[in-house]
Each structure stands twice: as structure tokens, then as C-alpha cells.
């Protein structure tokens, strides 16, 4: 029932970065939530903040679904062309509660680490091999700053993934002990996770959606929420 309108960079106007297309993977994530009103547990009232967010689709479209603020963040090169879509969608109602900054994941900008985030989101953000260990790094931190916090939301706060299915890193691939590499990209993310959070992450599937494009996309999304396990000392 919400409408969301994105410029595309296709003539590289703004540096024709990955960030430049609107992926399936951030269409598949907001189809999935609209289709079942229960869903939308996942994001209403809930504070919010977008890694990767490359032309505002997906954020935008989590504030008018019931987002309480949600703050879209990217390498600041994409900023010009994020924050010339979030101004296109917004609306007089938003004030402050949808917002952006530039972000290089592994870093501790203020913007995004002095609040507790209720929920983090991302979208088809393993594609570049060199990037993962910085990503893994990033959600652990949000994941256990959320933990920390006495005011956090019930459960403390996740992260709602959507990835493709991709195999791009190659079977062949090893990581610093010798081991082969996971059968899908978005495997690496959840063992540096893992590693990171010491064997603290909780992964739970909520669903798997056939994409249409499978060429750029891998042949499914899956979609992932995580979370800190608490343990009972």
C-alpha cells in the first residue's frame, strides 16, 4: 500500500557503484514482509539500521511498513545518490526518523554505534571476499552492543539478512587454517560470525524465495534472522 521510487545510476552518474542497481535480494526481503501481516513483527516500532543501503529501497520502504526510525548507511560515495532517493520518498511525517550516513564497515562511526539498534538489516551484501571479515565484525559489534544495553527490545537486538545463494568464491577456496570454504558465499559470513561472537550466534531460517533472476542473484535468497544466544551462568 506504500509507494517507494528509486533513481537508478545506470549512466554511472553518481561513480556507478555496486550500490548503483536496486538488487532482488532487497525486493525479495520487502515482498516476503508485505505478504503476511504477521511478519511485520519483525520491523514495527522497531528502531533500524540498514547495512549496505545502496539506492534507499529497502529502508525506505521499512519506515512506511512500521519502522519506528531507521537509519540507512553506505560507503560514503554512495551517499549522493542515496540521500538524492531519500529526499524523492520523503514526506513531511518523517522528521527524524529516517536518516543516513556513511558507513565503512568495520569502523565505530558515532552515528550508528551511540545508539542500541533494535534490528539490523542487509541486503545481498557478500559479494566481495575481502569485505567479509569486516561485515562479520560490524554485525557482531551492533548484535552485542544491543545485548549489553538494559533498554534493549525483548530478546535484544537482530539482524535480518537477506543473501543470495551464490557460489562465487569458488569450492576451491581455503581460509587460514586450511579449511575449505562453505558451500555458499553467504556461509563464510555466518563462520566469521560465529568465530567472532565465539560460537554466540544464533541463526534462524525464515524462509527461502526462488529468485526470477537467477543469472545475477544465485537461484534463491535466503532470509536470516540473527541473534545473541544468552547463556545462564
Not at 549512466?11 to 548503483?20: L, Q, R
Not at 542500541?116 to 541486503?123: G, Q, T
Amino acid at each position: 500500500g506504500h509507494q517507494v521510487c528509486v533513481l537508478h545510476d545506470v549512466c554511472k552518474a553518481f561513480g556507478g557503484t555496486c550500490g548503483s542497481v536496486l538488487w532482488t535480494a532487497s525486493t525479495a526481503l520487502i515482498e516476503w514482509l508485505d505478504a503476511d501481516p504477521s511478519r511485520r513483527e519483525h520491523i514495527t516500532k522497531r528502531t533500524v539500521v540498514e547495512l549496505g543501503s545502496g539506492l534507499g529501497f529497502t529502508g525506505t520502504c521499512l519506515l512506511r511498513m512500521g519502522a519506528a526510525q531507521v537509519l540507512l548507511t553506505d560507503v560514503p560515495r554512495q551517499l549522493p545518490i542515496l540521500r538524492r532517493n531519500l529526499r524523492s520518498n520523503r514526506r513531511p511525517s518523517d522528521g527524524a526518523t529516517l536518516q543516513s550516513c556513511g558507513f565503512v564497515w568495520g569502523g565505530r562511526p558515532r552515528r550508528v554505534f551511540l545508539q542500541r539498534w533494535d534490528l539490523v538489516v542487509a541486503c545481498d551484501v557478500v559479494y566481495k571476499i575481502d569485505h567479509v571479515p569486516a561485515l562479520a565484525d560490524t554485525i557482531a559489534s551492533l548484535l552485542e552492543s544491543g545485548m549489553a544495553d538494559a533498554g534493549c527490545s525483548p530478546g535484544g537486538t537482530q539482524a535480518l539478512l537477506a543473501l543470495p545463494d551464490r557460489k562465487d568464491f569458488g569450492y576451491h577456496l581455503k581460509d587460514s587454517q586450511g579449511r575449505l570454504h562453505p558451500k555458499y558465499d553467504y556461509e563464510l559470513l555466518l563462520r566469521d560470525l560465529q568465530t567472532r561472537m565465539r560460537g554466540a550466534l544464533e541463526v534462524k531460517v525464515l524462509d527461502t524465495i526462488s529468485t526470477p533472476d537467477p543469472d545475477a542473484c544465485g537461484t534463491s535468497v535466503i532470509l536470516l534472522l540473527l541473534s545473541r544466544a544468552t547463556r545462564n551462568l
